[in-house]
């Protein structure tokens, strides 16, 4: 059973910067995506970034140049380094780890708020 774990949510100034973590437990070796949508009050979720196990990223278009994404040398934790950090940030995110065939597991998803 895949378990995941996010962690270094909280307030911050506009401007400001977060580091969020995510660590995976119970996964297999193979291809994966590992990454982070987020969801604000109202709003459909939205893709923050992803990162497969070849490396290759991709973001958020409002997220692009300010976020990034990285994942440890063993594969089993993610992070989301995020900088310039604006109100419009604010919302739960959620950590993402997905395999082929659909398989998908999520945590239970981090506040993060940026206040003006």
């Known amino acids: 059973q895949v378990r995941l774990v996010e962690s270094g949510g909280g307030l911050v100034q506009a401007g400001g910067f977060l580091r969020l973590s995510c660590a995976a437990s119970g996964i297999r070796f193979g291809f994966y995506h590992m990454g982070w949508y987020r969801q604000a009050t109202g709003k459909e979720r939205e893709l923050v970034a992803i990162i497969d196990s070849g490396g290759i990223a991709n973001y958020g278009q409002s997220v692009k140049g300010r976020f990034t994404i990285s994942v440890d040398d063993v594969g089993t934790t993610v992070f989301l380094q995020m900088n310039s950090l604006k109100p419009e940030d604010t919302a739960v995110y959620f950590c993402?780890?997905?395999?082929?065939?659909?398989?998908?597991?999520w945590g239970q998803g981090t506040q993060v708020t940026v206040s003006s």
């Open positions: 993402y780890y997905g395999k082929p065939l659909g398989i998908e597991y």
